[in-house]
């Protein structure tokens, strides 16, 4: 019982860092085509979709 616990925890665990990975992956590729839209023309942001 106790290792069952234990996996889901795991699993829980992994997919928190999943998640948190995709956010930070986003907002990598954002800020990146923020800076090489900016260099470009400034756009508006658009409001993210959450």
């Known amino acids: 019982a106790v290792r ?3 996996v ?3 699993e ?3 997919e928190e860092r999943k998640a948190a990975l995709v956010c930070l992956g986003e907002a990598l590729e954002e ?3 923020g800076a090489s839209r900016a260099r ?3 756009k508006p942001r ?3 979709r959450g």
């Open 8 to 10: 889901e925890v795991a």
């Open 12 to 14: 829980a665990v992994g």
């Open 4 to 6: 069952e616990v234990g």
């Open 40 to 42: 470009w023309r400034p």
């Open 46 to 48: 658009a409001p993210r």
């Open 31 to 33: 800020a990146v085509a």
